[in-house]
T-cell receptor
Framework: LAKTTQPISMDSYEGQEVNITCSHN???????ITWYQQFPSQGPRFIIQ???TKVKNEVASLFIPADRKSSTLSLPRVSLSDTAVYYC?????????????FGTGTRLLVSP | GAVVSQHPSWVICKSGTSVKIECRSL??????MFWYRQFPKQSLMLMAT?????????EQGVEKDKFLINHASLTLSTLTVTSAHPEDSSFYIC????????????FGPGTRLLVL
């Protein structure tokens, strides 16, 4: 399983765009990149997933360079409620029931 | 869709007792479910993989006789913490993936266990 490395913490202010970068140098050909959000005392919540280039949904964008050795989660115009821990994971979703290995995650603090 | 529930959401028990935690996939079938444990300010740690109709697969360092897992149906997995001790106090989270074609795991809301 590919290991991921993220910044331990980040600070931001309301209304700003936040970019969290994750390194996954050993990503395999069949691996997808998935980001989860976790609030205190809750289970992780799926945010976005991608394989290459750019993926966008209603809450975030995911940028993946051609070599796929890193990825960047972009949160537009964050609010106080975006304060959470964000986890980047990689795994072979094509084989089905991928057991996920969580890294340290990035603790995002959004201030007024 | 893809909702996973856990019951109870929190439990307090005396040292030496056993506690059962249920994980249910509400609107899909899950051949495989996963159990995680999370201590305060730490990341999730995978404990075991629960396979429907067969024995669970435990991660290194996790005692299978202490953390009993049963996956009797495609929508239910249970984790029983036997003879719980204060050091077992933690946040237990399960996840499940839908059958073929699913792209990710969906997580339950977690169960807070406090052993006195």
């Amino acid at each position: 399983l590919a290991k991921t490395t993220q910044p331990i913490s980040m600070d931001s202010y309301e209304g700003q765009e936040v970019n969290i970068t994750c390194s996954h140098n050993n990503i395999a050909t069949n691996d997808y990149i998935t980001w989860y959000q976790q609030f205190p005392s809750q289970g992780p919540r799926f945010i976005i997933q991608g394989y290459k280039t750019k993926v966008k949904n209603e809450v975030a964008s995911l940028f993946i360079p051609a070599d796929r050795k890193s990825s960047t989660l972009s949160l537009p115009r964050v609010s106080l409620s975006d304060t959470a821990v964000y986890y980047c994971l990689v795994g072979d979703m094509n084989t089905g029931f991928q057991k996920l290995v969580f890294g340290t995650g990035t603790r995002l603090l959004v201030s007024p | 869709g893809a909702v996973v529930s856990q019951h109870p959401s929190w439990v307090i028990c005396k040292s030496g007792t056993s506690v059962k935690i249920e994980c249910r996939s509400l609107d899909f079938q899950a051949t495989t479910m996963f159990w995680y444990r999370q201590f305060p300010k730490q990341s999730l740690m995978l404990m075991a993989t629960s396979n429907e109709g067969s024995k669970a697969t435990y991660e290194q360092g996790v005692e299978k006789d202490k953390f009993l897992i049963n996956h009797a149906s495609l929508t239910l997995s249970t984790l029983t913490v036997t003879s719980a001790h204060p050091e077992d106090s933690s946040f237990y989270i399960c996840s499940a993936g839908r059958l073929a074609g699913e792209e990710t795991q969906y997580f339950g809301p977690g169960t807070r266990l406090l052993v006195l």
